[in-house]
């Protein structure tokens, strides 16, 4: 087995490098990164937890909604240009929670940290590896979200060493500049070993929005993904040979 993942991996290792770095420096914009620093931000902004939870909460909630046009954008655009906009867009939003100083401000922060970090690097790094692979796809998939535990492991102890060294915003603005300094150079790198047929053209093959809602395969894999603690391989509903045949 493992041999076949090294396999898979040298067979596109520079694109390897784009889709992982798209996981793994989505960091700023998880939860499991941000939650660390609420204790610091509560008690600089003089806001209680809950305050933050619910403006937390509901800028996730409204960032969700977005994620359809990014996934648009992703199908239709340039490779190329969806990054130096998911980029561009990502760094601007870490630099604004880093300097915000009322609620206002940090629901803005919030909204484009999880909808360009939490949503965009990620979907972007996904989408692009299903459509890179036709075989292996599934393993490809793994190794890209190998971004996700390699994150965990290191930015959370950047962050609590930023915190006791320079605070939480200078952390937040050092996050910030990893984006530009780091992620964008890797991304565009790997990103050269993806061609895409007509890349520079709308896609027509794409269905609309209006079709994938209401197609049987989309509604019953929202039930999995709602549900998932009631997924069962025993249940026809929720059977891999009902959903995927």
């Given at each position: 087995?493992?041999?076949?993942?090294?396999?898979?991996?040298?067979?596109?290792?520079?694109?390897?490098?784009?889709?992982?770095?798209?996981?793994?420096?989505?960091?700023?914009?998880?939860?499991?990164?941000?939650?660390?620093?609420?204790?610091?931000?509560?008690?600089?902004?003089?806001?209680?937890?809950?305050?933050?939870?619910?403006?937390?909460?509901?800028?996730?909630?409204?960032?969700?909604?977005?994620?359809?046009?990014?996934?648009?954008?992703?199908?239709?655009?340039?490779?190329?240009?969806?990054?130096?906009?998911n980029a561009s867009l990502f760094f601007l939003s870490i630099m604004t929670f880093s300097?915000?100083?009322?609620?206002?401000?940090?629901?803005?922060?919030?909204?484009?940290?999880?909808?360009?970090?939490?949503?965009?690097?990620?979907?972007?790094?996904?989408?692009?590896?299903?459509?890179?692979?036709?075989?292996?796809?599934?393993?490809?998939?793994?190794?890209?979200?190998?971004?996700?535990?390699?994150?965990?492991?290191i930015y959370p102890s950047l962050l609590v060493f930023g915190l006791s060294l320079l605070?939480?915003?200078?952390?937040?603005?050092?996050?910030?500049?990893?984006?530009?300094?780091?992620?964008?150079?890797?991304?565009?790198?790997?990103?050269m070993d993806y061609k895409k047929t007509n890349e520079n053209q709308v896609d027509q093959?794409?269905?609309?929005?209006?079709?994938?809602?209401?197609?049987?395969?989309?509604?019953?894999?929202?039930?999995?993904?709602?549900?998932?603690?009631?997924?069962?391989?025993?249940?026809?509903?929720?059977?891999?040979?009902?959903?995927?045949?």
């Amino acid at each position: 087995m493992i041999n076949h993942y090294i396999s898979v991996f040298c067979n596109a290792p520079q694109f390897f490098i784009f889709s992982i770095s798209g996981i793994f420096f989505s960091a700023p914009g998880q939860t499991f990164l941000i939650s660390l620093a609420i204790p610091a931000i509560c008690q600089s902004l003089q806001i209680s937890a809950m305050e933050f939870a619910s403006v937390y909460s509901i800028a996730t909630v409204m960032a969700s909604f977005f994620l359809p046009i990014i996934g648009k954008a992703i199908d239709r655009w340039p490779l190329k240009r969806t990054l130096l906009l998911n980029a561009s867009l990502f760094f601007l939003s870490i630099m604004t929670f880093s300097l915000q100083t009322n609620l206002v401000l940090l629901f803005i922060a919030l909204f484009f940290m999880r909808l360009f970090g939490q949503g965009a690097l990620t979907l972007t790094a996904t989408s692009i590896t299903i459509k890179k692979f036709r075989t292996n796809r599934g393993s490809a998939l793994s190794l890209t979200q190998l971004g996700y535990p390699l994150s965990e492991f290191i930015y959370p102890s950047l962050l609590v060493f930023g915190l006791s060294l320079l605070g939480w915003r200078f952390t937040f603005i050092t996050l910030a500049l990893f984006i530009p300094l780091l992620y964008l150079p890797l991304s565009w790198y790997g990103s050269m070993d993806y061609k895409k047929t007509n890349e520079n053209q709308v896609d027509q093959s794409s269905k609309s929005l209006k079709f994938v809602l209401r197609d049987p395969f989309f509604s019953n894999l929202c039930r999995v993904f709602i549900h998932p603690t009631n997924y069962d391989d025993r249940c026809p509903l929720f059977s891999n040979d009902y959903l995927f045949k």
